[in-house]
Antibody, heavy 125, light 105 residues
Framework: EVQLVESGGGLVQPGGSLRLSCAGS????????MTWVRQAPGKGLEWVAN????????NYVDSVKGRFTISRDNTMNSLYLQMNGLRAEDTAVYYC??????????????????WGQGTLVTVAS | AIQMTQSPSSLSASVGDRVTITCRAS??????LGWYQQKPGQAPKLLIF???ILQSGVPSRFSGSGSGTDFTLTISSLQPEDFATYYC?????????FGQGTKVE
């Protein structure tokens, strides 16, 4: 059974740092792209970042570029999100998701078929 | 970044109703679009990818259509477990962007 378990959330002061982890099991972790998505309290979903299978390609939403770093350790079946320079607007539940992808006619489609339960990050003084 | 606009933001429906949710992209995105369902306190769940391909295990009452800038998610006969918020997500380019959500109540 595919499982994704996030950890590392908590309360942090503005300007502080936090490192989120996502442990994967039940699948070949190194075979899939991985994604972070967040949701501010009472708000909609926001795509944050993703990373290629071997870690060679990373993409970010503009609002976190230069502050957040996505990484992975395929030997540990783990995904990470290092968050620096945290702001109040980064307060959200952070989800990790597996992207198994679907390739058709040379086009790659995102397929986020499994998600973790989320970890809450609160940025406040 | 591509803007995804869903309509309506919320709708009121009854069990058995046919429900249609629309997602419009600010530029053409071919068929690079997915639909997700989210219930309170839960993680999102994938319903459809590539605009019209039903994810394994998702009931056939869900369907998706569209290409270019206009997309539709249809629930043919609303069931009690379908009351939730629905989001579209474009995967045409980076950064990926979600619609603002449609709450079905």
């Amino acid at each position: 059974e595919v499982q994704l378990v996030e950890s590392g959330g908590g309360l942090v002061q503005p300007g502080g740092s936090l490192r989120l982890s996502c442990a994967g099991s039940g699948f070949t972790f190194s075979s899939d792209w991985m994604t972070w998505v967040r949701q501010a309290p009472g708000k909609g979903l926001e795509w944050v970042a993703n990373i290629k299978r071997d870690g060679s390609q990373k993409n970010y939403v503009d609002s976190v570029k230069g502050r957040f770093t996505i990484s992975r350790d395929n030997t540990m079946n783990s995904l990470y999100l290092q968050m620096n320079g945290l702001r109040a607007e980064d307060t959200a539940v952070y989800y990790c998701a597996r992207d198994v992808g679907y390739n058709s006619g040379g086009t790659y489609y995102d397929v986020h078929d499994h998600w973790g339960q989320g970890t809450l990050v609160t940025v406040a003084s | 970044a591509i803007q995804m606009t869903q309509s309506p933001s919320s709708l009121s429906a009854s069990v058995g109703d046919r429900v249609t949710i629309t997602c419009r992209a600010s530029q053409g995105i071919r068929n690079d679009l997915g639909w997700y369902q989210q219930k309170p306190g839960q993680a999102p769940k994938l319903l459809i990818f590539a605009a019209s391909i039903l994810q394994s295990g998702v009931p056939s009452r869900f369907s998706g259509s569209g290409s270019g800038t206009d997309f539709t998610l249809t629930i043919s006969s609303l069931q009690p477990e379908d009351f939730a918020t629905y989001y579209c997500l474009q995967d045409y380019n980076y950064p990926r962007t979600f619609g603002q959500g449609t709450k079905v109540e």
